[in-house]
């Protein structure tokens, strides 16, 4: 069992950069792949992020692409994702979550913890 808490959003402007946080209780840590999803008013749930237990794999989705960058602290408990150059259309709360495996998934459904969420606002 973990839990997931994140933390780091906030109201920007378009251009602004922001670092998401999410903390995960528990150890063994390293055996979780991690993910980040969005989901904005109206809409369904959809794959920003993830990322494989060493730290080493990443994956995102094409919108976010030269944009933002996950990473993850083992030792820490922590994931990340840096989100730079900030547009309107990334606005949406902001969920990490767990699933214990060697690879990446985009797929929700597959991830077994999630956090409460985070609201990012883009402002034009």
């Known amino acids: 069992q973990v839990q997931l808490v994140e933390s780091g959003g906030g109201l920007v402007q378009s251009g602004d950069s922001l670092r998401l946080s999410c903390a995960a209780s528990?150890?063994?840590?390293?055996?979780?792949?991690m993910a980040w999803f969005r989901q904005a008013p109206g809409k369904e749930r959809k794959f920003v992020a993830a990322i494989i237990g060493s730290g080493d794999g990443v994956t995102y989705e094409d919108s976010v692409k030269g944009r933002f960058t996950v990473s993850r602290d083992n030792a820490k408990n922590m994931m990340y994702l840096q989100m730079n150059s900030l547009k309107p259309e990334d606005t949406a709360v902001y969920y990490c979550?767990?699933?214990?495996?060697?690879?990446?998934?985009?797929?929700?459904?597959?991830?077994?913890?999630w956090g409460q969420g985070t609201q990012v606002t883009v402002s034009s």
């Open positions: 528990g150890r063994t840590f390293n055996i979780y792949a």
């Open positions: 979550a767990a699933v214990v495996r060697a690879s990446v998934t985009f797929r929700a459904n597959e991830y077994d913890y």
